[in-house]
């Protein structure tokens, strides 16, 4: 490779699906820069924009086969020329319709995906296709009063209202989820309402009343040592 040379980054691979010759045009006009028309470099820097079932063609050449890359265009061309039926034409874009419950993000990047695989997509039509898909909603009646001409303009509008639906979905999510200062208040009334509601129960229904109070009662009882008296505190290691 000569000295100064840079391979494109912004290409990308060609798998087998897509215009052969769009691919071919493509690395072409970026190879343009790294200077004159240099056949080794070009056949040597192509398969490095190949990948899927197009690498595995290309490693399938025979040797000596190619002498100019002009003929290995040719080949390539030739042998993926079927590929081409699984380009979408501009008419395809007519199809793409932003979902009820679809964010304006989501759509304009779907949308996106597909203008991708359609060469030459003429601005007029793109811009053309991606309004009539929006959903009929308040968006959709800004668009169709101001008019954007372009498709800057179009994005321009569009990335403010992306804007206020991610604005909207982050209060949403708030209004969810309850604060944590207000569950620690709910979750301690809780427990004092527990508290509150707690009462001591009896074990019988009906007592025998006494006829002596009951002081004099335990007075009797301890000194005629029917029972033990209790432990005073702090004393039970002591014993």
Not at 45 to 54: E, M, N, R
């Amino acid at each position: 490779m000569p000295k100064y040379f840079t391979l494109p980054s912004s290409l990308e691979p060609y798998k087998g699906i897509g215009d052969p010759r769009a691919h071919i045009k493509k690395f072409q006009s970026m190879m343009f820069f790294n200077g004159p028309k240099n056949e080794p470099v070009l056949c040597r820097a192509f398969p490095t924009y190949l990948d899927g079932a197009a690498l595995l063609w290309f490693s399938k050449l025979p040797e000596g086969s190619i002498s100019s890359f002009e003929e290995l265009a040719r080949s390539f061309i030739d042998y993926f020329a079927a590929a081409r039926i699984y380009v979408h034409g501009s008419d395809y874009l007519g199809t793409i319709r932003q979902g009820p419950q679809e964010s304006l993000k989501d759509y304009l990047t779907r949308f996106a995906d597909a203008t991708m695989e359609i060469p030459d997509l003429d601005p007029a039509v793109h811009l053309h296709a991606i309004k009539a898909g929006l959903k009929p909603e308040k968006f959709r009646e800004i668009i169709a009063v101001t008019k954007p001409r372009t498709l800057e303009e179009f994005r321009e509008r569009a990335a403010g209202q992306i804007e206020i639906e991610e604005l909207r979905e982050a209060e949403k999510a708030d209004r969810r989820q309850p604060r944590k200062e207000e569950s620690r208040t709910i979750r301690s009334g809780d427990n004092e309402d527990t508290r509150k509601a707690f009462k001591l129960t009896p074990k019988f229904d009906n007592y025998t009343r006494f006829n002596t109070k009951r002081e004099r009662i335990i007075k009797e009882i301890l000194n005629a040592k029917i029972i033990k008296p209790p432990v005073r505190a702090g004393n039970y290691q002591d014993q």
